[in-house]
């Protein structure tokens, strides 16, 4: 009697882990099936054809098939009047928010580079970069950007500039050797020979005690605020 229950409980035991080996093999099946389905992808023309997006009022429209479309990604269609929109936007090469990100990245890259090299940044240089940046969107009527002391202002806010006291210069210089120096006299004098022949002697000016100042000395510049 008790080899029987034994063996009951034996047969208990195998069935209980047949059912849990189906329940796993069936969850991996679906999670394969699941894996294979294709996130389908929002085509503008396709929308703007669709028979079933019935002309509504623009507040409360959304389409008739909104969940078809938005199913496994992210709808940003919430009008169909958006799709003239967007259409426009990209003749006029983007939103006006992507073209003042434009600008700002442009003119911080610049500013990034002038850096690099120890270059002096003014307030009005950076002015300066803005507006040329913005001379490609000229053709559009619609976008307005004036780099003015206001824009300016956020501009340095938002990339932490700020102004800082110049204490002394550092330049670069590029070491040669003799034979360098040699060669670009020569050079020199080759290139000059048949300049200076065609001048009269009343032309030459005399510039040994002349005073040349290459650089404007700039007590202040614009840099990263510490």
């Excluded at 894996?35 to 929308?47: N, W």
Aim: charged share 30%; glycine share 4%.
């Amino acid at each position: 009697m008790q080899g029987e229950m034994v063996f009951a409980d034996v047969q208990q035991l195998l069935h209980e882990e047949e059912e849990e080996e189906g329940g796993e093999q069936e969850q991996k099946e679906e999670e394969e099936k699941d894996a294979e389905i294709d996130v389908p992808v929002l085509d503008i023309e396709m929308l703007s054809s669709q028979s079933n997006l019935t002309s509504q009022s623009d507040d409360n429209y959304e389409p008739a098939s909104k969940k078809l479309i938005c199913e496994g990604a992210t709808c940003a269609l919430k009008r169909k009047k958006d799709l003239a929109q967007w259409e426009k936007d990209i003749e006029k090469g983007g939103t006006n928010w992507n073209k003042y990100a434009t600008i700002d990245k442009w003119t911080f890259d610049r500013f990034i580079e002038a850096r690099r090299h120890n270059e002096h940044v003014t307030t009005r240089i950076l002015q300066q970069w803005a507006a040329s940046a913005a001379l490609q969107y000229t053709t559009d009527t619609d976008f307005k950007f004036s780099a003015s002391l206001s824009w300016a202002k956020k501009f340095k806010q938002k990339h932490r500039i700020r102004q800082r006291h110049v204490t002394k210069y550092v330049s670069f210089k590029d070491t040669t050797t003799f034979e360098d120096t040699l060669e670009a006299t020569d050079l020199f004098q080759k290139q000059m020979t048949p300049l200076i022949s065609a001048f009269d002697p009343d032309y030459v000016i005399n510039t040994d005690q002349t005073g040349c100042e290459y650089r404007m000395n700039i007590r202040r510049t614009l840099s990263y605020r510490g």
